[in-house]
């Protein structure tokens, strides 16, 4: 059975940072895709990034070079660290599977996950 364990949400204000974690049971983190996405009240779900069994990562335009997606295989965790924070990341924010055959982008991570976890609120304060 997979089970993906989110957590390390929380407040912060504007400018401040965040480390998520997911830790995945029945499922090894470094498989084909695995990523982020989130969705805020009233939004729809949007990917955040995503990391490929080769470590090669993918970024939302709007997190590009403020978040950082990464992974231990010992620890079978993903992680999503989160820098610079501005108010529009507030959202719950969950890890998830994609399986292969769907290919391995930001858009997909969000709309067509197989596996996901129950999420982690964060909320960035101006």
């Known amino acids: 059975q997979v089970q993906l364990v989110e957590s390390g949400g929380g407040s912060v204000q504007a400018g401040g940072s965040l480390r998520l974690s997911c830790a995945a049971s029945g499922y090894t983190v470094s498989s084909y895709c695995m990523g982020w996405f989130r969705q805020a009240p009233g939004k729809e779900r949007e990917g955040v990034a995503t990391?490929?069994?080769?470590?090669?990562?993918s970024y939302a335009d709007s997190v590009k070079g403020r978040f950082t997606i990464s992974r231990d295989r010992a620890k079978n965790t993903l992680y999503l660290q989160m820098n610079s924070l501005k108010p529009e990341d507030t959202a719950m924010y969950y890890c998830?599977?994609?399986?292969?055959?769907?290919?391995?982008?930001?858009?997909?991570?969000?709309?067509?996950?197989?596996?996901w976890g129950q999420g982690t609120q964060v909320t960035v304060s101006s």
């Open positions: 990391i490929r069994s080769d470590g090669v990562t």
């Open positions: 998830a599977a994609l399986l292969w055959p769907r290919v391995c982008t930001v858009v997909a991570v969000a709309r067509d996950h197989s596996y």
